[in-house]
């Protein structure tokens, strides 16, 4: 699911062509993003959405946050600076990283922008033509009043995918690139245990906190 949401997230949401969506290729390249923001590296969807534009952009310059103890993580997914987005001033750390230049495009995996809308501001000192806002849905997402003026934002689900050219062929790209190890699972899982009762436990688990840069996983046998 973090994939299938990542692959629209970075292709819809910012305009990056994705080379193992080859029908999906994106007219004009000198305007693809630069530098990218992602808001939640350490998220599944986040995460995986590194990988995409690290495959798809190489020269980019991806930025995530979060949390210090996912930092590791989130830099051998191949996010060139991390923030940690519980401490100091976000916006100043990100303007540390990118000189006060600003950045090209925002990836919003966590609803990062609607707990702090000034991260837009970034978007507006950056010199790229487009200024792309992806977000996924959540179901808390940013309302479009609050979005400032040339600002493009683009709300994001999984189900977007799937009606594109080339989309049937996903999870069997998915598999290759796990296998030839192009492609990690981004994000390491944790078994709860298996059938169903365990899932209540796995709910109360999330609900009392505490569960970061891991996956939750339930089997079913
Ligand atoms: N509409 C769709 O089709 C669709 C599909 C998939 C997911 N989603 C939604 O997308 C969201 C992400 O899903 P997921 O499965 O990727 O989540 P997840 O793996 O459960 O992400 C949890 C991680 O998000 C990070 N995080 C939370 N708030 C943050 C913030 N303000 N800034 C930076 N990082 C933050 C935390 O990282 P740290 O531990 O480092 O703090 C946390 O460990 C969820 O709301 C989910 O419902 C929607």
Known sequence: MG????????????????????????????????????????????SSAIQILRMSLPQATVIATASSKNHAQVTSLGANHVIDYKKGDVVDQIDQATSQNGVDAILDAVNGVTLQPELLGLL?????????????????????????EGVEQRQ???????????????????????????????IPVTKVGTGFDCIGQGLLTLKNGGVSGTKLVVMLE
């Open 3 to 46: 994939f299938l949401t990542a692959v629209p997230a970075v292709h819809e949401g910012l305009d990056i062509a994705v080379p193992f969506l080859p029908e999906s290729t994106i007219e004009g390249g000198a305007n693809q993003p630069q530098t990218i923001l992602v808001l939640g590296g350490a998220s599944s969807v986040g």
């Open 124 to 148: 507006a000192k950056s010199n790229g033509k487009k200024k792309l806002f992806s977000e996924v849905l959540t179901g808390n997402n940013l309302p479009s009043s609050k979005v400032p």
């Open 156 to 186: 994001i689900a999984y189900t977007s995918i799937l009606k594109k050219p080339g989309a049937e062929s996903l999870l069997k790209s998915l598999t290759g690139m796990l296998r030839d190890e192009e492609y990690v699972i981004p």
